[in-house]
């Protein structure tokens, strides 16, 4: 192995080591919200939706719905995502352009199971005065605080689904009743952005130490979600119906590395230096405005209409960019003649989407002290990926459009009910032929899979 080949060998042995470090801090103390790419009950399986009154989950569906009748509500609960997507068989996963040799081999898309706890409260804490209600709303994630990764850059990578559903969340808000039937309220969520630096010094002189600097920042930033309801009269031409609106602002949550690394690769001799920075979007969360409709019928039933226009245009990938690389001056001073490539930026256009929903809640049985639900729906999620993958190059992100199915059974009792519920989500099949015979993923490979959730919960009011 040359000079300069050992030099890499060991800037990238530095980098990995700070990358590693940067994970375990986004480990600790990263929250953003699980509900973002699933901001209603088709999607997520439970009976939470963003026209259900008094709901403790409400901080993260409407804070207007805060506002409610009853003192005190809390809802604890538990659920579930598993990735399930198919093999890619016989692709391209490197070649000598963005690595240093060419690989074909199969691809098993490995993604991380979802497992985490619901926790929800609402408390009515001036009801005479327009029946001012707090909420606070949480998820949190059983198998680690949180967990972050930034996916594959070349290989084939389904871009909203490797860690998004693997945040914690904590909401609070508060919802009033200016007027009677109709209900505002506001909540917060935050996001974070973190910047971190890294300072490296590798020996290969067995009598000299290697040393390592870390440090990290994390600056919180608020995240606002505004609702609002109108409930129906008895005497309106659609009696007991109700329409509500939510309006979420974007977050991006960013992280920074600054990273110096220096290196000696033979004795005391001069040390290879690097400088460069990296860049990667941990979290991004569209503006969105969602609308639902509940339309009760037939005594027993009640029919739900739900809808997200999100502005997907603007994300920002989670996949790791490296900017301002610099390699000129060594560590005393010397010119070291070496450049270092940077990023390239993604040829990739997103677009904004519009999902759209239905649910059927049915009560297949009242005994007077308890009642019993049953609840099914459908909706449909396109993809918010604009540029195929069949132009993009060495880039493969995926984001196949996607029906979403969902069962649940309820039993409510005066003061508590027991929900339990199934997800299923089925991905559209893709077809994708790679335009050149070396690039990542050629000559192409196909597109599917599915996604299988579900949970229970317990609810209490009082």
């Given at each position: 192995?040359?000079?300069?080949?050992r030099a890499f060998s060991i800037v990238r042995q530095a980098l990995g080591l700070a990358i590693v470090l940067l994970s375990s801090?986004?480990?600790?103390?990263?929250?953003?919200?699980?509900?973002?790419?699933?901001?209603?009950?088709?999607?997520?399986?439970?009976?939470?939706?963003?026209?259900?009154?008094?709901?403790?989950?409400?901080?993260?569906?409407?804070?207007?719905?805060?506002?409610?009748?009853?003192?005190?509500?809390?809802?604890?609960?538990?659920?579930?995502?598993?990735?399930?997507?198919?093999?890619?068989?016989?692709?391209?996963?490197?070649?000598?352009?963005?690595?240093?040799?060419?690989?074909?081999?199969?691809?098993?898309?490995?993604?991380?199971?979802?497992?985490?706890?619901?926790?929800?409260?609402?408390?009515?804490?001036?009801?005479?005065?327009?029946?001012?209600?707090?909420?606070?709303?949480?998820?949190?994630?059983?198998?680690?605080?949180?967990?972050?990764?930034?996916?594959?850059?070349?290989?084939?990578?389904?871009?909203?689904?490797?860690?998004?559903?693997?945040?914690?969340?904590?909401?609070?808000?508060?919802?009033?009743?200016?007027?009677?039937?109709?209900?505002?309220?506001?909540?917060?969520?935050?996001?974070?952005?973190?910047?971190?630096?890294?300072?490296?010094?590798?020996?290969?002189?067995?009598?000299?130490?290697?040393?390592?600097?870390?440090?990290?920042?994390?600056?919180?930033?608020?995240?606002?979600?505004?609702?609002?309801?109108?409930?129906?009269?008895?005497?309106?031409?659609?009696?007991?119906?109700?329409?509500?609106?939510?309006?979420?602002?974007?977050?991006?949550?960013?992280?920074?590395?600054?990273?110096?690394?220096?290196?000696?690769?033979?004795?005391?001799?001069?040390?290879?230096?690097?400088?460069?920075?990296?860049?990667?979007?941990?979290?991004?969360?569209?503006?969105?405005?969602?609308?639902?409709?509940?339309?009760?019928?037939?005594?027993?039933?009640?029919?739900?209409?739900?809808?997200?226009?999100?502005?997907?245009?603007?994300?920002?990938?989670?996949?790791?960019?490296?900017?301002?690389?610099?390699?000129?001056?060594?560590?005393?001073?010397?010119?070291?003649?070496?450049?270092?490539?940077?990023?390239?930026?993604?040829?990739?256009?997103?677009?904004?989407?519009?999902?759209?929903?239905?649910?059927?809640?049915?009560?297949?049985?009242?005994?007077?002290?308890?009642?019993?639900?049953?609840?099914?729906?459908?909706?449909?999620?396109?993809?918010?990926?604009?540029?195929?993958?069949?132009?993009?190059?060495?880039?493969?992100?995926?984001?196949?459009?996607?029906?979403?199915?969902?069962?649940?059974?309820?039993?409510?009792?005066?003061?508590?009910?027991?929900?339990?519920?199934?997800?299923?989500?089925?991905?559209?099949?893709?077809?994708?032929?790679?335009?050149?015979?070396?690039?990542?993923?050629?000559?192409?490979?196909?597109?599917?899979?599915?996604?299988?959730?579900?949970?229970?919960?317990?609810?209490?009011?009082?």
């Amino acid at each position: 192995m040359g000079t300069l080949e050992r030099a890499f060998s060991i800037v990238r042995q530095a980098l990995g080591l700070a990358i590693v470090l940067l994970s375990s801090i986004l480990s600790s103390s990263l929250s953003s919200s699980t509900w973002a790419s699933s901001p209603f009950s088709v999607s997520n399986g439970s009976f939470v939706t963003i026209t259900d009154v008094g709901n403790p989950m409400s901080a993260f569906e409407n804070p207007a719905q805060l506002a409610a009748k009853n003192k005190l509500s809390a809802q604890y609960g538990w659920n579930t995502l598993i990735p399930q997507f198919s093999r890619m068989s016989n692709i391209l996963l490197e070649n000598n352009t963005v690595s240093d040799k060419t690989r074909v081999g199969n691809l098993d898309p490995d993604y991380r199971t979802t497992i985490g706890q619901l926790l929800g409260l609402r408390y009515a804490l001036f009801p005479e005065f327009l029946n001012f209600s707090i909420g606070l709303s949480s998820f949190l994630p059983w198998s680690a605080l949180a967990y972050y990764d930034s996916g594959e850059t070349f290989s084939p990578e389904f871009v909203l689904d490797r860690s998004r559903s693997q945040r914690p969340e904590v909401a609070v808000g508060f919802g009033i009743q200016p007027l009677p039937r109709f209900n505002l309220g506001a909540s917060l969520r935050l996001g974070y952005n973190l910047t971190a630096r890294a300072n490296v010094m590798l020996q290969t002189n067995p009598v000299k130490p290697s040393s390592i600097r870390f440090l990290a920042s994390l600056r919180p930033f608020p995240v606002p979600i505004i609702g609002s309801s109108y409930q129906f009269s008895d005497h309106d031409f659609c009696p007991n119906c109700s329409i509500s609106g939510v309006v979420r602002f974007p977050a991006d949550s960013s992280a920074t590395l600054d990273m110096t690394a220096a290196s000696r690769v033979f004795g005391d001799t001069a040390a290879f230096a690097f400088q460069l920075t990296g860049l990667s979007s941990l979290y991004f969360d569209p503006w969105s405005l969602d609308l639902g409709f509940s339309v009760p019928h037939l005594r027993r039933g009640v029919l739900k209409i739900e809808s997200s226009y999100q502005r997907w245009s603007t994300f920002k990938p989670p996949t790791a960019m490296i900017t301002n690389p610099q390699t000129s001056t060594c560590e005393n001073g010397t010119y070291c003649p070496l450049n270092v490539s940077p990023s390239q930026t993604l040829p990739i256009e997103f677009k904004d989407i519009l999902i759209v929903g239905i649910t059927e809640e049915w009560m297949i049985k009242d005994t007077g002290p308890s009642q019993w639900f049953v609840k099914a729906g459908a909706g449909y999620r396109p993809s918010i990926v604009k540029t195929s993958a069949n132009d993009t190059g060495n880039y493969n992100l995926l984001d196949p459009s996607r029906m979403m199915y969902t069962l649940g059974g309820r039993l409510q009792k005066s003061s508590w009910s027991f929900d339990v519920y199934l997800a299923y989500h089925q991905l559209e099949t893709q077809n994708i032929t790679k335009a050149s015979s070396s690039d990542i993923g050629a000559p192409g490979y196909t597109v599917s899979g599915s996604l299988l959730g579900g949970g229970a919960n317990v609810s209490f009011e009082m």
